[in-house]
């Protein structure tokens, strides 16, 4: 059994950061400002991976900072100064896809290297030469069968192997699209991807210009190029036996609940894995249908693509949305909370908290201005607010409430 198994999960910001790390994650992985595929994302300033880093090696954590682009000359110069101010910040490795960033990491630093999935590695010849060139670890690339993972680890047992577990799934090998480029002149490999995959498509027959011929599996139309979101929570024991030493959970430009739900629920199950009695609860199931996905999806891990894999009706199957984050414990009952989505007072809101699986139902009995203590009828996204709740809560728990979609179709 491998008790070196870690659990890395997304982080777009500091906040994501200090959430992910504190609901199970043994490491983040994240982005500066430039020379990652998250170009989309908040990211991380200098001063604030500083800080991320620091956190979560307080905690006894790790750091990952992606260098993942596929670079282009002009971004070779500045490369080598932000190798080395990485150094300096103490990340514990970098993430890289590119040869020649890869050679200016080796250069500049001595910096530990992982190999991203943008690498497209799919068999032990090119995962051993990764690592003649110094790779600590190499992401799989994610079509990949269980049994084709075991026989590159088997292959080149001395090598980290590391997989996506969960997240969404772009529709290209390994995420190296060109359709982005093409459609919307944003550079997929450059981290602006605009997700053209994700739009709505209709057939135009070459003698019938400007006759459109949609592909309808039902009334709301196809998403031929949409896949749904990965998930392995009902096999995850099977991947570690292949021989991984890393699950990673993609979505750093998702928001905050999304990275605590998710980490809080394959800590869960790799915790269980580790105790040697692992099976599948229903809690963990219920959990990753709480928040925004297009449904799921088994990947490749079982030989082939599950042929269900693309979403074909474009809805959403959020469920919850973010409703706050404690902020302070004014006194026992009594919490300072920052409002992320409106909330209204006695509506009934979820607490999330790490290592908990049990939906736990909170009321708030009132709230009140925080500047003046006046009673208020409900509170708006991004303002504080003193709330009275029913249940023992701890500084950084998370409170959710059903998005007003989900309230429509219940009703």
């Not at 080395?84 to 050679?103: Q, R, Y």
């Not at 051993?128 to 269980?146: C, Q, T």
């Not at 915790?271 to 088994?298: C, M, N």
């Amino acid at each position: 059994m491998n008790h070196d198994l870690e659990l890395l999960a997304p982080a777009g910001n500091l906040e994501k950061l200090k959430t992910v790390l504190r609901y199970g994650a043994d490491a983040a992985y994240l982005g500066g400002k430039a020379f990652n595929l998250r170009a989309g994302s908040a990211n991380f300033s200098m001063e604030s991976l500083r800080e991320g880093v620091a956190y979560a090696h307080s905690l006894g954590k790790r750091v990952y900072v992606t260098l993942n682009i596929i670079a282009h000359n002009r971004d070779v110069k500045a490369l080598p100064n932000f190798v080395k101010f990485l150094e300096e910040a103490k990340v514990d490795a970098v993430i890289v896809a590119d040869i020649g960033i890869m050679a200016i990491v080796r250069e500049n630093s001595n910096l530990p290297i992982h190999v991203s999935t943008q690498a497209s590695t799919a068999n032990w010849m090119t995962a051993k030469a990764f690592k003649d060139m110094g790779a600590k670890r190499v992401v799989l690339a994610r079509e990949l069968g269980l049994d084709e993972i075991k026989a590159i680890k088997d292959k080149v047992p001395d090598l980290e192997l590391e997989v996506f577990v969960h997240g969404a799934m772009c529709m290209t090998y390994s995420g190296r699209c060109t359709m982005s480029s093409y459609m919307t002149e944003r550079d997929s490999n450059h981290g602006m991807c605009a997700n053209s995959c994700r739009w709505k498509y209709a057939l135009v027959e070459e003698k019938r210009p400007g006759v459109y011929y949609p592909v309808y599996e039902d009334e709301t139309g196809n998403y031929m190029y949409n896949s749904k979101d990965l998930c392995t929570i009902d096999f995850l024991d099977k991947i570690i036996d292949a021989g991984v030493s890393g699950l990673k959970i993609e979505g750093r430009n998702r928001g905050v609940l999304y990275g605590a739900t998710t980490t809080n629920v394959y800590r869960a199950a790799l915790d269980s894995y580790k105790a040697g009695t692992f099976a599948v609860q229903p809690g963990w199931i219920d959990e990753l249908e709480t928040y925004r996905h297009r449904g799921y999806t088994t990947g490749f891990f079982h030989g082939k693509l599950d042929r269900h894999a693309q979403r074909l009706d474009g809805k959403s199957d959020e469920n919850y949305v973010l409703a706050g984050v404690v902020k302070d414990i004014i006194s026992p009952g009594h919490y300072l909370v920052t409002a992320r989505n409106k909330i209204i007072c006695g509506q009934e809101i979820e607490a999330v908290r790490p290592g908990v699986m049990i939906k736990t139902k909170v009321q708030a009995l009132d709230f009140a201005n925080p500047a003046n203590n006046t009673a208020m009828p409900d509170a708006k996204p991004g303002y504080d607010l003193l709330m009275t709740l029913d249940t023992p809560l701890v500084i950084g728990d998370l409170l959710r409430v059903r998005s007003p979609e989900h309230d429509l179709e219940e009703n």
